[in-house]
Nanobody
Framework: VQLQASGGGLVQAGGSLRLSCAAS????????MGWFRQAPGKEREFAAA????????YYADSVKGRFIISRDNAKNTVYLQMNSLKPEDTAVYYC?????????????????WGQGTQVTVSS
């Protein structure tokens, strides 16, 4: 499975961005897509995830109510709509795919990773 993330950029605090992650290859081997982020000097952390079948969504507490994850099964693409952005949301955002059970928030649950896209929120 290959993942191509896009949509990052520079935005002022309070603004919005939408990230996209297009999956190709043997996508049938994965049942879940996730977004993780990594700020400078920090560990990569979970942001949101969505199951391809059924569309169940999962969010980290830090983004709940501000970020919305969605999918387009026909396009094998997952989106992350980020609203009310804060400077602390600044990070490289990575999309990931895997055959994930209940542990959607764990990096090790995902086998495939995209290249990352930079999101910078200015104060």
């Amino acid at each position: 499975v290959q993942l191509q993330a896009s949509g990052g950029g520079l935005v002022q605090a309070g603004g919005s961005l939408r990230l996209s992650c297009a999956a190709s290859g043997r996508t049938s081997t994965s049942n879940c897509m996730g977004w993780f982020r990594q700020a400078p000097g920090k560990e990569r952390e979970f942001a949101a995830a969505i199951k391809w079948s059924g569309g169940s969504t999962y969010y980290a507490d830090s983004v709940k109510g501000r970020f919305i994850i969605s999918r387009d099964n026909a396009k094998n693409t997952v989106y992350l709509q980020m609203n009310s952005l804060k400077p602390e949301d600044t990070a490289v955002y990575y999309c990931a795919a895997g055959s994930v059970g209940l542990r959607v928030g764990l990096k090790n649950s995902y086998e495939y990773w995209g290249q990352g896209t930079q999101v910078t929120v200015s104060s």
